[in-house]
Structure formats: C-alpha cells, structure tokens
C-alpha cells in the first residue's frame, strides 16, 4: 500500500507540473499534455513523466543519437579535433533555442527534443552525402531523400530495430519542418496538423523538393531559425580555422550589423529573434536583421560550402555513395545473408518494416545511418580518400 501512495504521488507531481506549465508559459507554447502519440501508451498517460520531456529521453537514448559523433556538419575528411560535428551542433541548436524559448514562455522540453532530433536523418558527408543519396534514390524510384524526412523515417521506423520510439507529433512535427537552409523573416505556425497530415507531407515532400513545410508549434518555428543561428558563425569561425577564409573579407553589411565573431553574431540574432517575437504568435527577426542574415548566408554558400578547397574529394565520394548502394541493393536482392546489411542492419528486425518497405527504401535507410568512418570501412582500401591533418 505505501509503494503504490508513493506512485500515486509522483503521478499528483506531473498533474502539478503540468497546471505550473499553465500557468507560467505563454498561452502560445504548446503543453505537455497536449502531446499526441501515434500509439496511444497507457503507461506513460498514468506515469508521472512529461511527454516532450519522454521525448527527449528516448531520442537521446536512440541509436542513431550515437552515430551522431561521427557524422560530418560542413567539413569531411578533416581530421582537426576543433572542426565542428553534427553531435555539437545540434546541442548548440538545442541550447540557443532553449534560452530564447525561456524568455518568450515557450516550451524547453519540446524545443530540446527537436533540436536533439532535427539532424538524425543525415547522411555521411553532410550535404553532400544528403545530394548524392538523392540522386541513388531518385534513379531507384523512391523519390528523393531529404535529412528531415529521413529523421522522422529513423524515429519513427527504423529505432529499435523497426518499432520506432513513438513520439509526440509536435516533435516528430518540428524535426520534419526544420529546414534550417530556408530563409524566413517571419515564421507564423501552421497548427492543427495530425499525424495523417505529416505522413502526407513527407510523402509529398519525397516528390516535390519544393514543397514546403512550416512548423505546427512556436517551439517548432523557433527551432527552424536557432539552426541558423546555430550554424551561420560557427561555420565562420570553421572556416577560419581552416584557412578557407579570412575575416575581414566578411561582407561589411552584415557584419556592421551582425559582428564579425561567432560570439557576437550568435547575442545579435538571439536579441533581435526575442525583442521581435516577444508576445507575438510568430518568431521573427527584424528587416535589417534578417537582410544582414541573407547577406552572410549568401557568402558562406560561396565562400565557404562551394568552395574547392573543401570539394576536392567530392567525385569519389560520389562514386563511392553509388558503389556502396548497388552493392547493398544486389546483396538484398540475392539474399547474400552473409552481407552486413542482413547480419547488422536486418538482424532482428520486425517483419512489419521488412514487409513494408521495398529494397532499395532498406538500403537508404541502411547507407544514410551510417557515420563517417563505417561507410569508408565498408568501401576497397584503395579507393577511400585521405584524412588529412589541419
């Protein structure tokens, strides 16, 4: 009897959490207890745990979480232990959002979960890898392959060896809608959605790379822009370190308005994002902000992500992303069980996912979850490319 009152109190401590959310949020935030479940799960609705709260748990504890470490954010094939790594920045995401969500009353535990989530589709190689794969994918007739769509595809049917970690729609939401790469001035929620909605968007976004998707919650919206600002200086600074760029060749418009650090790029766009969207239904930046922003994104785009210093060993890489499909593909077809996509990938995986998904749709999911250094592993010697030392 005194275990199960011990139980029922931790449960009355969730109830008070959730009226203290009530009451100290902005009625704008979404709440815990408006979390949405694909499967509805008893025995976390009479828990004591929050459901955003849930969420980032279990996308922490996620396998594909751990392959964070060796996943490249803009730089491949760099071995300089400084450079910035997918695993960094999403918690960089997650802690920049986090502070500007505490100042516009928004929810922490759903801006972490999406943060920590929104990256865990990407391929090896980053961008590049993510155009390569999709291009494998499109000439394989299942539509192109955007990380986003892939990080929702992780979460929600390849974790747990094909059950997925059913998380709340908000944050399965704000991972698929991230696209940090979009420039928005002003983003307004599009709420109401369902999970019917978001499965067709994906299938949607899978055909037309130009679909667009905005965000059903402020702490989504807020995520999409805390990318940004996420990335924007850090890939600065990178590229610095680099020897790709030099600092003062930052265009003056934007640096007279936005600094020239990382440090003060990062205070800039934070203050600008809260002083605009405070008490507002939108997360915003200012005109003069946002047009600083573009002018940095767009010298980034030329100076730093197109330029051929870094794209050297892009040909191979390509050539090594079809290899490596083709092999895996024929290895699938031909039931080669002694192939590492059935001895790793397939082993212990649910039927419902082998049934439900053709050949080359379990070859992307296997390839795109691989870090770095597994795909060189699983490629001849002779043809990898160096790490070299910078």
Not at 39 to 66: K, T
Not at 186 to 198: D, H, I
Not at 218 to 226: D, H, P, S, T
Request: proline residues 3%; charged residues 25%; hydrophobic residues 40%.
């Amino acid at each position: 009897m005194k275990k199960y009152d011990k139980a029922k109190s931790l449960v009355k401590l969730k109830a008070f959490l959730n009226r203290q959310e009530t009451a100290m949020l902005s009625s704008l935030a979404a709440k815990n207890a408006q979390g949405i479940r694909r499967v509805p799960d008893e025995r976390l609705d009479s828990g004591y745990r929050q459901a955003f709260s849930v969420d980032v748990d279990r996308i922490l504890h996620s396998l594909a979480y751990a392959r964070y470490i060796d996943k490249t954010q803009v730089f491949y094939l760099v071995k300089n232990d400084h450079i910035t790594h997918r695993v960094l920045h999403v918690q960089l995401v997650s802690k920049i959002a986090r502070t500007i969500g505490r100042f516009l009353g928004l929810n922490e535990d759903l801006i972490e979960a999406i943060a920590l989530g929104h990256d865990i589709g990407h391929a090896p190689f980053g961008h590049d890898g993510e155009r390569f794969l999709s291009e494998i994918c499109r000439k394989n007739g299942i539509g192109f392959f955007h990380h986003n769509l892939q990080s929702v595809q992780f979460l929600e049917r390849v974790e747990r060896k094909g059950k997925g970690w059913n998380l709340c729609l908000q944050t399965l939401d704000g991972i698929l809608c991230h696209d940090g790469e979009m420039h928005s001035e002003r983003l307004l929620p599009a709420t109401g959605q369902s999970f019917a909605e978001m499965d067709a968007q994906i299938a949607a976004k899978r055909k037309d790379p130009t679909t667009e998707l905005t965000p059903m919650t402020l702490e989504g919206c807020l995520v999409r822009m805390a990318d940004t600002v996420s990335y924007i200086g850090r890939d600065i600074e990178d590229a610095i370190r680099l020897g790709l760029i030099k600092r003062f060749e930052l265009p003056r418009n934007s640096t007279r308005v936005l600094g020239d650090s990382n440090g003060t790029i990062v205070f800039n766009l934070v203050t600008d994002i809260i002083r605009n969207s405070y008490q507002n239904p939108y997360i915003a930046f200012s005109s003069e902000v946002s047009e600083a922003l573009i002018g940095l994104k767009a010298f980034n785009l030329e100076c730093i992500y197109l330029n051929p210093k870094i794209k050297q060993h892009t040909h191979r890489i390509k050539k090594l992303f079809e290899m490596l499909f083709e092999k895996f593909l024929d290895d699938l077809q031909k039931q080669r069980k002694s192939s590492l996509i059935f001895s790793q990938f397939l082993k212990d995986m649910t039927q419902e996912y082998i049934e439900q998904y053709a050949p080359a749709e379990i070859v992307r999911d296997f390839v795109s979850g691989m870090t770095d250094h597994y795909f060189l592993n699983q490629c001849p010697e002779d043809m990898r490319p160096r790490v070299e030392a910078v």
